[in-house]
T-cell receptor, first 121, second 107 residues
Framework: QVQLVESGGGSVQPGRSLRLSCAAS????????IHWVRQAPGKGLEWVAV??????????ADSVKGRFTISRDNSKNTLYLQMNSLRPEDTAVYYC??????FGIGEIDYWGQGTLVTVSS | AIQMTQSPSSLSASVGDRVTITCRAS??????LGWYQQKPGKAPKLLIY???TLQSGVPSRFSGSGSGTDFSLTISSLQPEDFATYFC?????????FGQGTKLEIK
């Protein structure tokens, strides 16, 4: 079955960096676009970024543009989110989620369980 | 960005009740809308995509309707396992945007 497992979350000080990973299994990872979505404590969901099946197209939310970088390694079935210059408002559970379409702009059909990132001094 | 306005934010209902949750988009998104269920500590689960198509394996008591700017999710007869948070997601254009969520609680 489709599985997405996030890792790499933790506590970090403002201004520091963190890299999240999302390990995929149970499907042809290299054929699907993948998203990052986050949810701050007690808040709604916020879309963060998406990467196309081949890694050539990437889109970001304005709130993270220039600070976060989405990437993937199809040989390892793994998605990444490099987060730099972290701010307290980046505190959230981060989910990776599969798009039905290879280039994105399709339905998100499967989600991981999420990994918590806490940015605090 | 397209804004999604979801209502109500919370809802109390009993087993066997019929409930409806709505989402309104700030502009025409055709039928590019999904509905999801989320339970505490669990991954969100896709229920409905393309506004009205039932995801494989989802019980038929869930249904979706609408197009353009107004959408709804209906649960025809609530079961105990349906008490959860529900949210909509527009996948018409980036940035994807979500409704604020509806917490469905047992009356």
């Amino acid at each position: 079955q489709v599985q997405l497992v996030e890792s790499g979350g933790g506590s970090v000080q403002p201004g520091r960096s963190l890299r999240l990973s999302c390990a995929a299994s149970g499907f042809a990872f290299s054929s699907y676009a993948i998203h990052w979505v986050r949810q701050a404590p007690g808040k709604g969901l916020e879309w963060v970024a998406v990467i196309s099946y081949d890694g050539n197209k990437k889109y970001y939310a304005d709130s993270v543009k220039g600070r976060f970088t989405i990437s993937r390694d199809n040989s390892k079935n793994t998605l990444y989110l490099q987060m730099n210059s972290l701010r307290p408002e980046d505190t959230a559970v981060y989910y990776c989620a599969r798009d039905r379409a290879p280039f994105g702009i399709g339905e998100i059909d499967y989600w991981g369980q999420g990994t918590l990132v806490t940015v605090s001094s | 960005a397209i804004q999604m306005t979801q209502s109500p934010s919370s809802l109390s209902a009993s087993v066997g009740d019929r409930v409806t949750i709505t989402c309104r988009a700030s502009q025409d998104i055709r039928d590019d809308l999904g509905w999801y269920q989320q339970k505490p500590g669990k991954a969100p689960k896709l229920l409905i995509y393309s506004a009205s198509t039932l995801q494989s394996g989802v019980p038929s008591r869930f249904s979706g309707s609408g197009s353009g700017t107004d959408f709804s999710l209906t649960i025809s007869s609530l079961q105990p396992e349906d008490f959860a948070t529900y949210f909509c997601l527009q996948d018409n254009s980036y940035p994807y945007t979500f409704g604020q969520g509806t917490k469905l609680e047992i009356k």
